[in-house]
């Protein structure tokens, strides 16, 4: 398949190498273009110019966050190019707003739109197990299907909303951040009661709570091993606010949301900012006093 | 070994099975006799009154809460009959106050305390497979280790004080019943916005939270089946008022236990006291207006 | 003084006669026409099209939210064709963001920006007893000082930057929600114990709390008035909002905000939009299972 | 009136001397009878022994908790010893545990049990202006009325069953509590935007919070001026525990209450325990990074 791709960042480069080895034609573009080296030696070709981009028939973008996705599709007018019968997939983790207002553009356009977040580091990426929530128009989906396949282990299909895969993975995070404040105010329980918390963490992520979730992040924990971040306090918070955001919508109370949308804040005004998200456990520390 | 049992519900049942088959002597009481007769016929021995255990050199308790634990040993004076080096393992979730009031008592009288509580439900103990939580003086879990072997999978050193072990299990506890609010939060964040909570709680159980936690209650939740209870919200109050309590004795703020204990007092002012404590996810439903 | 005015609605209408009683020439405009009317009768002139607002050397602007100054002053224009030296005052409760926003557009045309929102609710502006928090330039401040006489009781200068009046004015209303939502709490507390919450209220109101907030607010809550609404829920929440997002900002926890956020979507979500914002009472009473 | 008084602290010393005042016969006993001098100057009775405060037909009690009264009327019996008829009129604030505990035990002895907490601090105490809660069956108030005359500017009634009386103590001191978060939250949004939270608190205890608890805490709060406490932190922990046990004993859920609970905790856990329970405000600043 012919496939354009912009967004080229950690996890972008690692879904667009796959796509390549797979021996799909894949056309990249990126603001930043030192990205592009690695890729273009493993067959990737280049666009000339942004515009080129909508040449392929299937457009993925990758992209940092709401702003960036604005500026690339609708001030720098890659969505007015697109011709009619392209499909746009766009498997960034972006708010429910933006996706409210790209959809009625696509449609005007007759540019099928499909969101299809993901679930994985840019390790997973690269292995092609990520796992991918897709929703949009059936045949849409179903087009793409196969580059889904050589990217993720599995697509899981939440509906024929494109915005529906956005609140699923919005939710997604939403419960990894809680469980991620669950682990931090559990293991200042029992450090704060002369108990290591590195043996309480061990033991959850080796009895019920034996899942990846608990033994990536109890470590982290632990070993208070914030640095170097793998998903910066930052964008937990930003991802906290598209839950809080996403509840205001339907009208849904996210209680557990507002507790860690203060704990993110708490971390950010003492200068953890670009720490690890489960720096929330230093917050937890801190609070006790037990630093 | 010579063991004496009292506290024979459905996890002590289950755990002093485990003992009789394991070719241990054990003698057990119960407030409610009717229990005893089906441990009577697979080789348990009747104590002829509640002093008659105390001839055992091991005496294990499993009763329901503190004021259980309070009426038998010390209103009854189970304890002020028990032998000089003697060991009393208390096997259940019991506050740290109790465990606080109790340990001096042993000393004088030179009875050993050894905390072990478990975690498991029933099914889990009838196969052996609870994973245990001692604290206590090393000699004293070193005695009653072939004891934790027939009954736990592993066994889980916290430390020499017993309410070590105390703490830990209620930060487990504490721990999974922020997994049920998170899990019913964000099935209700998804179900507001159309989307099927059961596709979503099983993706989360078959990803990042592969794990018995999220694989038991995911479908509790999905479904609603509140009832028959595995463990009710009164225990899940019970159990979350235990780690607010740990949390003040050690001046620990914990933001999650607190919503998670309205959300158990809201679920039991709508007459969801005996359902189970993933009935959670019935709050969060109704918090949103959804039923 | 030649003052134009824009935004006539209930708060805009009452300080708008304030200003045409106390003798100053008013200009006034507004989008929906028939709000005119009673202010013409009383000496206040029409303004024959939008841009002849700005002929005044004053504009007064008391907008429902940030989208209607956006489309007034932006997409409408009324900015751009404002004179240098016209003084633009906008009394509403707008989001810091805007603010951020118009300041540097103002200073561009070398408008002055002053920000002075008001505590009152219309029938204390129709008695010129509002208070008015004022920031900006202190001599643009200086030179509509005459016109707050008029509207105000009293003018609180909270600093030179226009957006320190609008912090103040969230704040005030965050404080404002905060002790409805503590009334609230409080009346279940004695009605759920089978004591009347309007003795509580009266009790409250007549001794430490003898203020107009609980004045005003614990008979509405005691005898569940909440319609018609002085102001509605949905206000109330777009004001909690400002609140949280001001904390944001400033990296400031504020949960006090968020259990009021959650408890206007409760409200909301069982269909009180439209209620008067302390139906945060009822929401309370909701949860614990007495309605 | 013949009156027996127990418990002369800054409150109960206050309340007994205005008794001595306005004529009535006053016999005391304190357990640090050091205390005791200035009333005896003033023309109070020692009581010879604790028991020798049962000759008195009511008895006042305002000790200082839960086990301060359990230690006085039960373990050192001074209960045991009343004479049927007596009224006992405890006015310290309490758990409604206790209240519930101590009325069947004075029925069994047909003493009457009248609870009578008490709003303000010493100096309103010491000028007479304290406002009393009864609840008790309507004759023994009836008889202690004049008591209440010589000691408060009003006695509100709140029902004929006592701990009616408690809880509406326990709620009034949980909204002041929160009113003192909603300060303190306030407070640091505001300077956290460089705004100076002595203006912002003068205005709201000037306009619509012009209260005495506003005009008192507000420039604690403003001032930092935690010591020497008016209230202690400890204090206000323990009556904010009270009120979430108030609400667990009747279901209602209290967000307001779990915040300011673990904002206590936070406090405690740096060291402010012995500071006025206003240090919430420092939490607030402490949690935003500005100190």
């Known amino acids: ?173 939403f419960t990894l951040a809680c469980a991620i404040e669950a682990m931090s105010e559990g293991a200042q329980l029992v450090r704060s009661h002369g108990i290591s918390p590195q043996v309480f963490l061990e033991m959850l992520a080796g009895t019920i709570f034996a899942s990846p979730a608990y033994k990536i992040y109890g470590p982290l924990i632990a070993e208070e091993r914030f640095s170097p971040p793998g998903f910066k306090a930052t964008l937990g918070l930003k991802d906290v606010k598209l839950a809080l955001a996403a509840g205001e919508a339907a009208h849904v109370p996210l209680p557990f949301a507002a507790v860690v949308r203060d704990n993110f804040l708490d971390a950010i005004a003492h200068g953890e900012a670009d720490l690890d998200w489960s720096v929330l456990a230093r917050v937890a520390q801190r609070r006790a006093g037990s630093r």
Chains 1, 2, 3, 4 share one sequence.
């Open 1 to 173: 398949m012919f496939v354009g791709f912009v967004g080229l960042g950690g996890m972008g480069g690692a879904m667009a190498a796959r796509l390549v080895a797979a021996g799909h034609r894949v056309r990249i573009w990126n603001r930043s273009p030192e990205k592009l080296a690695a890729l273009l030696g493993q067959g990737a070709e280049a666009a000339a110019s942004l515009p080129a981009i909508g040449e392929a028939a299937v457009v993925i973008s990758m992209l940092a966050d709401d702003s960036a996705v604005r500026d690339i599709f609708l001030r720098q007018g890659l969505l007015a190019g697109l011709p009619k019968g392209t499909v746009h997939v766009n498997m960034a983790t972006v708010s429910l707003e933006l996706v409210r207002e790209l959809v009625p553009l696509h449609q005007e356009r007759a540019v099928s739109y499909v969101s299809a977040p993901v679930l994985g580091r840019p390790d997973v990426a690269a292995a092609g197990k990520l796992n991918i929530f897709a929703a949009g128009a059936a045949d849409a989906i179903d087009a793409v299907q196969p580059l889904f396949d050589a990217i993720g282990q599995k697509t899981w299909r939440f509906g024929t909303e494109p915005e529906q895969a956005n609140v699923v993975k919005i939710a997604t995070n």
